[in-house]
């Protein structure tokens, strides 16, 4: 097949990381895979780094001009496209309407990564129910917000953002700690996302402020606007001595080994962390909030611990109930590990995906 993805603009977070993993997968299976977004999308540079072919489309807005754009580009290779994969609104939107001036139409597939709830009016329901051949979604929770809109429930599939469990997996935390320059005898609360208000970094700071025991200490590693906000409330709770903030790291899967416990407090419209899987496929005790579809893979008490978002009080009880048992931490470390290696691993989203892109071309030509 020929895939063809198109972004208007999914940030800097686990978005375009799902497309450029799902992509460079499915080129490994004997695919072709094209991305269209604008050069602003941080998806451009990304991709264009990761080797895959990436047209260069205004895609950011739904205006004349860009439809215009796109239409012609779709019209121009209509013979080599099997399927569209859109993962924004705009994007969605314009391809749905291009589509309308072509005889014959390319299955569109969106993927929804956030679990922000649709407008349920006519033209959304339009968009949903008859422009979009599937809807796909990165967790249980956002596709079941498609019923509200009508969409038929077999017109939909869940397919969380799967991990690579060659790059992601247990490791020596001795050897982990010397790399990423932290101490041997701390217990380390480790986080990896984006730094943005709703990631529940200062949700983790408040709960740690609460916590009178030094050796606990966090170290959060990424970089993002929120950046300035989080060193200030370090210094306004006292926790100078306690955390580290290591900025963006372009190897996580070396610091997650080095962590006793790995933490999203995210409050965040997301469908699986991205954070979540990869500290599972590492093997690390795991506390979530269960925000978006984080409920699918953090199964509480069994694949790790799951609280109540922006809950300071119940972060803090988790944190230190792995802390005093350390029995009940290797336990959900080892649960947590072998569920994502049976659902959620790179093998797993590709097997997924490659089976929705096949059904929608094969229901499309049959017509």
């Not at 993805?5 to 450029?20: F, N, S, V």
């Not at 409050?267 to 954070?275: A, I, K, L, Y």
């Not at 931490?329 to 790179?346: I, P, V, W």
Request: hydrophobic letters at 40%; charged letters at 20%; one cysteine or more.
């Amino acid at each position: 097949m020929h895939i063809v993805h198109t972004e208007a603009d999914g940030g800097k977070g686990g978005q375009p990381l799902r497309i450029i993993n799902e992509s460079l997968g499915m080129i490994q299976r004997g695919h072709q895979v094209t991305i269209l977004c604008p050069e602003s999308a941080p998806l451009h540079q990304l991709a264009l780094s990761a080797g895959l072919n990436v047209v260069t489309m205004p895609l950011k807005r739904k205006n004349i001009g860009n439809l215009r754009t796109l239409r012609r580009w779709i019209s121009d290779n209509r013979d080599t496209i099997d399927v569209i994969n859109s993962h924004n609104s705009a994007d969605t939107w314009l391809v749905a309407l291009a589509n309308l001036f072509l005889s014959r139409p390319l299955p569109l597939i969106r993927t929804r990564h956030a679990s922000g709830v649709p407008r349920n009016n006519w033209t959304t329901r339009w968009l949903y129910r008859k422009a979009c051949k599937h809807i796909v979604s990165t967790g249980e929770a956002l596709r079941l917000q498609m019923v509200a809109l009508g969409v038929p429930l077999e017109n939909t599939t869940s397919v969380p953002s799967g991990v690579d469990t060659s790059r992601f997996h247990p490791g020596d935390k001795d050897a982990a700690r010397n790399h990423c320059d932290l101490s041997q005898g701390d217990f380390w609360l480790g986080v990896v996302s984006h730094l943005r208000p709703n990631k529940g970094h200062s949700v983790l700071l408040k709960a740690l402020a609460q916590i009178n025991i030094p050796g606990i200490k966090v170290v959060i590693v990424g970089d993002g606007p929120h950046r300035e906000v989080l060193e200030s409330e370090v210094i306004q709770h006292n926790l100078l001595t306690r955390v580290v903030l290591a900025g963006h790291q372009p190897d996580p899967e070396r610091w997650f080994p080095a962590f006793d416990i790995a933490i999203s407090p995210s409050h965040d419209m997301e469908g699986v962390p991205q954070g979540v899987l990869q500290s599972l496929a590492t093997g690390i005790a795991t506390i979530a909030t269960d925000a978006g579809g984080t409920a699918d893979a953090v199964i509480d008490r069994k694949t790790g611990l799951l609280i109540a978002q922006q809950d300071v009080e119940g972060l803090r009880d988790a944190i230190l109930t792995l802390y005093h048992d350390p029995v009940l931490r290797r336990q959900l470390a080892s649960q947590g590990n072998e569920y994502l290696n049976s659902h959620f691993t790179r093998e797993c989203m590709l097997t997924a995906m490659e089976k929705v892109f096949t059904d929608a071309t094969q229901s499309s030509s049959s017509r």
